[in-house]
């Protein structure tokens, strides 16, 4: 993959249609650094992963020129944003043109008037955030990527906000949408009419098909967000608990309590804690008794949060939790997102420290299923990491799920460190079967593989049609009729099946 | 739903693993991975980037190549014979070395907090340049002024042409009339920008030290401090001028250093240190800590109303790279008249004039554009006057805010006016 291997005259296209000097990229560099994502990756086959040119488009007029090139061509073509993602949305399987959207980083419109902002795909959101500032509004999409996420990102995996209780995901807090099609048209999908309607009943609802596309249906070039008015206030409450049980069960009353200013409720669990206390350089000494930590967040104005964060001391503590105090409430709320890249290391079978990155899995369970999907995760990582030194088991927390509907499912994580450094074909693999296990338990018990990541990688990819079910099939035909020549982000949530077919037929 | 089994979990247990071999790779560029390996490996095995909206040269480019991620990826690259230098010498042109990246990276701010530790990035970029000069393949405009400042032993901030004034015969210049003694226990180090090319900045400096009553002295013979040719990496050069300053102060009784350009004040604080061991013990002192000092002690009363709305840009390796950032602010606030409109250090992380590091000489272009964003987050702010406390940062701002409508001082020049001094000397060429 190291040698380009399409052709000359389509790289001297993309150099007439970009017309400008280092927007089209073929050196190794360029390639090599647009190969992987932060997940865990086959350093070892990081050839593999390269794609043969990189643009660097301007306009939503580029990339429907550069979609329309490589689907006349049938050259693979991969989106990237920030490159930020945890699972392999934005690495390209079979190298081709590699779409970097950064340059779009454009504020188009703030219509304060509307309540919204429309902006290029390629802008952070906290970058975003800065300069709505003096306007007193926010766009509420909060990952624990906030400080390198971009919106077109963000669209492409159907992210997940740490405030979406409150403020909705990125799937309710963005309006509409401008995406170039596989075959280079360009459209607008929203919920109905212009761009800025946020309920209708016309036609198809296209704005969530295209919504966590993955990259395999077009390429975002333009969103129009929602803007609401900055918190006056938030409050972070965070209670110890001698057992999983009663957390869980407090996490509930939390989360059903109906208190509108609930921005999320979080629970760790006593692998979580465990690993904690033994390997987070930050963490705060807690005594041997606090076995799992449940936590709440409120957000909105005074006259909501101050009463609310009342009802929540008395939820918290009601089952026997502890508060944690003021102090480290307050400071690990706020250092949510610098929390997001810790630690760097975990220990093998005897305790050594080890070197590892982080691997986590986002699966969305029903509440009620949450003890046994931990219990049987528990029990996959336990048996890995007795017959393999490279995996280690960072402990399992959950999230508030659903947008504006705290109480039912969870976004349950279990966050595993991975020796990346010894890796070669078999641990990978190894790591992949890991994966899937892990995935399998999430489906069986009625919930997705991915709530936030997307299945892009390899271990769930093969799962999506399980996941599926019979709607599969109205998947790959949906697939085939937008994207005839397989080119957009080609390899990826087994999407490949609905070309394989074909012959059959 | 589960209409398709998935396949069976792979059970072949997974070999001994061993490290790979760097595979092809010179003695240069072993000794370059060996040494970077695990810092490169914090980097790329979290890979979360927070650091690429705050690089200044990112904003502008927003090219993931001349990201600190890149810089870091690259060294696993490289280890693994998948790139060679040649292919990454130009990316990493693309820093000024303010350190923005390093203080945003989650690896500094949540384990650095404890074990003092923080990704190192400037030094990455400073060893590749290294790596580039050893194997030749330095940057032509790099070359060209660093051959320069060897000739002349100043940097030639105002070109050679025309019998513009360099060396030795011109170094102190810009302190004519002011009777200040050569040597002492304390000298002021007024680096080549300053000495050749802002002149009011030495002069204010010394007058308002003469004022509070601070003795101080000038170097027999002042060379660069060879700060810049490290930054572009002319290691062995940046070795040569800083033995000559050492021995000149050695030679003259030198026990404390006044460093008056924060450029100056890390190398002397931190390569100097590095270079000469134990050998170092002198006492430097940064100006603006030290003026903050005379102004709470009483020692300088600012008198002299000055009626300006002005913002302070935090200069990189003050605030980023020294965590400086207290003082200038107190300075600010306690001259008379002045309307300061603040915007707090940590937002100024992201904020830059793309002065350093030596992209100017190689990339102009961005440099310049850099200084119009600096500009144009002042302009929101509704000033009429940007303060910086750092020369090399004064001269893009200057050209960006002439283009802006802001005036753009250095704070100890606002300092000198306010304790009533007549500044002289001039603010560029």
Wanted: proline residues 5%.
């Amino acid at each position: 993959m190291t040698a380009i291997s399409i052709p000359d005259k389509v790289i001297d296209r993309l150099q007439e249609i970009l017309g400008e000097d280092g927007a089209v990229l073929t050196d190794k560099a360029s390639r090599f650094n647009r190969a992987r994502v932060p997940a865990p990756f086959p350093v070892h086959r990081w050839d593999e992963f390269v794609p043969d040119v990189v643009v660097l488009p301007r306009t939503t007029e580029h990339v429907s020129r550069i979609v329309k090139l490589a689907n006349e061509c049938k050259v693979p073509v991969v989106p990237r944003a920030g490159g930020t993602g945890l699972a392999d949305g934005a690495v390209p399987m079979r190298g081709g043109i590699l779409v970097d959207v950064k340059r779009m980083d454009q504020i188009k419109e703030t219509d304060l008037v509307n309540n919204t902002v429309t902006v290029g795909p390629g802008i952070n959101l906290q970058t975003l955030n800065r300069s709505l500032k003096p306007h007193g509004v926010i766009y509420p999409d909060d990952p624990a990527s906030y400080a390198c996420a971009l919106v077109g990102g963000r669209i492409g995996t159907s992210g997940l906000s740490l405030l979406g209780s409150r403020y909705g995901h990125t799937r309710d807090l963005v309006i509409s949408f401008e995406i170039v099609l596989p075959t280079g048209e360009v459209i607008e999908v929203g919920e109905g009419g212009g761009r800025k309607i946020r309920k209708s009943s016309t036609g198809f609802h296209l704005k969530q098909l295209f919504m966590g596309h993955q990259g395999t249906l077009g390429i975002v070039t333009e969103a129009t967000l929602e803007l609401v008015p900055r918190a006056e206030t938030e409050f972070a409450a965070f209670f110890r608990f001698e057992d999983y049980h009663t957390a869980y069960r407090t996490f509930a009353k939390i989360a059903k309590s109906g208190l509108a200013t609930l921005a999320g409720a979080m629970l760790f669990d006593p692998e979580k804690v465990a690993f904690l206390r033994r390997d987070d350089e930050a963490y705060i000494v807690q005594p041997e008794w606090v076995k799992a930590v449940c936590a709440a967040a409120l957000m909105g104005t005074r006259a909501e949060v101050e009463p609310a964060s009342k009802i929540v001391m008395e939820l918290g503590r009601g089952l026997g939790g502890k508060y944690i105090g003021d102090e480290i409430a307050a400071g690990d709320w706020a250092a949510r997102h610098d929390r997001y890249a810790n630690p760097l290391h975990g220990r093998d079978g005897a305790g050594k420290v080890i070197p590892m990155s982080w691997h986590c899995e986002d699966a969305a369970i029903p509440y009620s299923e949450v003890p046994e999907v931990l219990r049987k995760w528990h029990e996959i990582a336990r048996r890995y990491i007795e017959r393999y030194d490279i995996f280690d088991d960072w402990g399992a927390f959950a999230y508030t799920n659903g947008g504006h509907k705290p109480w039912g499912d969870l976004l349950l994580e279990i966050d595993m460190g991975l020796w990346e450094d010894r890796m070669d074909e078999e641990s990978w693999q190894t790591f992949v079967s890991l994966k899937r296990e892990i995935a399998q338990v999430a489906i069986d018990h009625g919930g997705s593989m991915s709530a936030c990541h997307g299945a892009t990688r390899a271990g769930d990819a093969e799962l999506v049609p399980t996941e599926m079910g019979a709607s599969w099939e109205v998947i790959k035909t949906i697939k085939r009729a937008l994207d005839p020549n397989n080119i957009m982000n080609p390899g990826k949530q087994s999407l490949d099946q609905a070309y394989q077919d074909e012959g059959a037929r | 739903m589960n209409e398709n089994p998935a396949p069976a979990a792979d059970t072949t247990p997974a070999a001994v693993v061993e490290p790979e071999t760097p595979k092809q790779l010179g003695d240069i560029e072993r000794a370059f991975v060996q040494k970077w390996h695990e810092n490169a490996t914090g980097c790329f095995s979290s890979g979360h980037k927070f650091c690429r909206e705050v690089c200044p040269v990112m904003q502008v480019t927003r090219n993931e190549n001349h990201t600190p991620t890149a810089f870091h990826a690259n060294v696993i690259a490289l280890e693994k014979g998948h790139l060679d230098v040649e292919d990454v010498a130009d990316d990493y042109v693309h820093c000024t070395q303010c350190g923005g990246c390093e203080v945003r990276c989650p690896n500094t701010l949540m384990v650095g907090d404890f074990y003092r530790a923080r990704t190192e990035t400037v030094k990455v970029v400073r060893a590749m340049r290294a790596m580039l000069v050893d194997k030749g393949l330095d940057r032509e405009k790099w070359k060209v002024w660093n051959r320069l400042t060897d000739e002349l032993k100043n940097e030639p901030v105002l070109g050679i042409e025309a019998g513009q004034p360099n060396g030795q015969a011109h170094v102190r210049d810009w302190a004519e009339g002011l009777g200040i003694p050569i040597g002492g226990e304390t000298i002021m180090f007024v680096d080549c920008e300053a000495a050749y090319y802002r002149t009011s900045l030495p002069r204010a400096t010394a007058q308002i030290l003469h004022k509070a009553g601070v003795e101080f002295g000038l170097m027999n013979e002042q060379w660069c401090c060879g700060g810049p040719a490290v930054e572009m990496g002319y290691v062995e050069q940046s070795m040569r001028f800083a033995r000559h300053n050492v021995d000149d102060w050695r030679r003259s009784g030198v026990k404390r250093i006044i460093a008056i350009e924060p450029h100056d004040y890390v190398h002397f604080t931190e390569d100097y240190p590095s270079y000469f061991g134990d050998e170092f013990d002198f006492e430097v002192v940064q100006i603006i800590e030290l003026v903050a000092e005379l102004i709470r002690g009483g020692r300088l009363e600012l008198v002299k109303p000055i009626n300006r709305v002005v913002t302070y840009h935090d200069p990189c390796r003050l605030n980023k790279r020294k965590g400086i950032h207290q003082a200038p602010r107190e300075i600010l606030r306690a001259i008379p008249g002045l309307t300061f409109s603040d915007v707090d250090r940590v937002t100024q992380w992201s904020y830059c004039s793309g002065g350093g590091g030596g992209l100017p000489l190689e990339k102009p272009e961005l440099t310049a554009e850099i200084s119009r964003r600096r500009l144009e987050k002042a302009s929101e702010l509704e000033v009429d006057m940007l303060v910086s406390a750092c020369v090399w940062s004064e001269r893009p701002l200057s050209a960006a805010g002439q283009d802006a409508g802001i005036e753009v001082r250095d704070i100890i020049e606002l300092v000198a006016e306010s304790a009533g001094i007549e500044i002289g000397g001039r603010t560029g060429a």
